[in-house]
C-alpha cells in the first residue's frame, strides 16, 4: 500500500475526527446518551415516550451533513469495485455483527473506548480483527483486488 502524498488530507481527516468526537461527547453532555447509529436507529422501531425527536434529529444530522459539505467543498470521488450482491451481504453481515456485539463501529470504538469499557474494547478488537481477517482472505488467498 502506498500513501497518495499528493492527495493526502491530514487536516481534513483531524477536523472530522474532531467533529465526530464533539458531536458524540455533546450527545452525551447535553442528552445523557451515546452516540451508538445502530442503537440511535434501532430506538426508533419501538420508542420509548420522549424517545423520537432527537433520535431523528441525530439521523437528519447524519443525513445532511454531507450536503452541507457539498455546498463548502467539492466531495471526493468514491469508487465502489463491488457488486450489488457483495453490497448487500456485506451490509447484513454487519448488520448481525451489530446485534451480537451489543453496537455498532460509533458506540463501541468512538464512545465505548473514550469511556474506557473493556465491553467496547473487546468489541472493536473483533470489529478490527473481522476486518483484517476478511481483506486477508480476499486479497491474498482467494486473490481477488476488492
Known amino acids: ?3 497518495d502524498w499528493v492527495n493526502f488530507t ?8 474532531l467533529l465526530i468526537g464533539l458531536a458524540a461527547g455533546g450527545l452525551l453532555l447535553f442528552n445523557g446518551r451515546i452516540a451508538g447509529v445502530s442503537g440511535i436507529l434501532g ?3 419501538h420508542p420509548a415516550h420522549g424517545e423520537t425527536g432527537w433520535r431523528l434529529a441525530f439521523l437528519a444530522g447524519l443525513a ?9 467543498a467539492s466531495p471526493p470521488h468514491v469508487e ?7 453490497l448487500i451481504a456485506s ?3 454487519v448488520g448481525i455483527g451489530t446485534r451480537y ?7 463501541h470504538g468512538v464512545c465505548g473506548m473514550a469511556r474506557g469499557s473493556p465491553r467496547s474494547l473487546a468489541a472493536t478488537a473483533a470489529f478490527m480483527g473481522a476486518g483484517f481477517a476478511v481483506v486477508y482472505l480476499l486479497r491474498h488467498v482467494l486473490g481477488s483486488s476488492t
Open 101 to 107: 456485539a451489543g453496537g455498532c463501529t460509533s458506540g
Open 43 to 45: 430506538g426508533l422501531l
Open 64 to 72: 445532511c451533513a454531507p450536503l452541507l459539505y457539498s455546498l463548502l
Open 80 to 86: 465502489v469495485d463491488a457488486g450489488w450482491l457483495a
Open 91 to 93: 451490509g447484513l453481515l
Open 10 to 17: 491530514p487536516w481534513s481527516a483531524l477536523a472530522g475526527g
Open 1 to 3: 500500500m502506498d500513501i
